[in-house]
């Protein structure tokens, strides 16, 4: 298992940055992939970014350029760096994390983040 915490959450004006962190209860090594979701009032949560053995990323379109995703594998750290801010990204942002055990995927979340880009 792992529990997530995530943090960094806020308000901030358009064309502002944040960060936001996720704190992970196991080692980052031990996790097959770390992501970055978000779920805006009235919408399905979406896919943000992901990272993958602590190299491989992906973003979605609408983010691409603008945000980046990161780890810190001393501290199980996972971080989103959100620059160029609109208000379409406000929303709930969730940190995921996916475990491969023994053939079987499990899907781990944390309790989210509010995020509000509003002048």
């Known amino acids: 298992q792992v529990q997530l915490v995530e943090s960094g959450g806020g308000l901030v004006q358009p064309g502002g940055s944040l960060r936001l962190s996720c704190a992970a209860s196991r080692s980052i090594f031990s996790i097959n992939a770390m992501g970055w979701y978000r779920q805006a009032p009235g919408k399905q949560r979406e896919f943000v970014a992901t990272i993958t053995s602590g190299v491989s990323t992906n973003y979605a379109d609408s983010v691409k350029g603008r945000f980046t995703i990161s780890t810190d594998n001393a501290k199980n750290m996972v971080h989103l760096q959100m620059n160029s801010l609109k208000p379409e990204d406000t929303a709930v942002y969730y940190c995921?994390?996916?475990?491969?055990?023994?053939?079987?995927?499990?899907?781990?979340w944390g309790q989210g983040t509010q995020v509000t880009v509003s002048s």
């Open positions: 995921s994390a996916v475990l491969v055990e023994f053939g079987i995927t499990y899907d781990y």
